[in-house]
């Protein structure tokens, strides 16, 4: 049963921009943190940003300022990504964890940044 599902993803120049987002199926009960990761290829997964169900947000120091995470409600997270660059290249995942600390990944969306 997919859980989390993410859209947005795609080819785009650099300099340009992508939104994704992420909906968490009802079955997830009481969500705390979302948030999103990406993996390159032959690199290991890294955190992009999250974001809790108060508004604190974390973001890896590298994309502050460029990426900007946010909530649309309990079950939806947002991922603005701006002025993108070739080094942003990954498979995106969407990743949940409620209360009771069970993790939940979506499938994954493909971003590519390339001319």
């Known amino acids: 049963q997919v859980q989390l599902v993410e859209s947005g993803g795609g080819l785009v120049q650099p300099g340009g921009s992508l939104r994704l987002s992420c909906a968490a199926s009802r079955r997830i009960f009481g969500i705390n943190a979302m948030g999103w990761y990406r993996q390159a290829p032959g690199k290991e997964r890294e955190l992009v940003a999250s974001?809790?169900?108060?508004?604190?947000t974390n973001y890896a120091g590298s994309l502050k300022g460029r990426f900007t995470i946010s909530r649309d409600n309990a079950n939806t997270v947002t991922l603005q990504m701006n002025n993108l660059k070739p080094e942003d290249t990954a498979v995106y995942y969407c990743?949940?964890?409620?209360?009771?600390?069970?993790?939940?990944w979506g499938q994954g969306t493909q971003v590519t940044v390339s001319s």
């Open positions: 974001i809790t169900t108060g508004g604190s």
């Open positions: 990743k949940a964890v409620n209360y009771n600390y069970q993790h939940y």
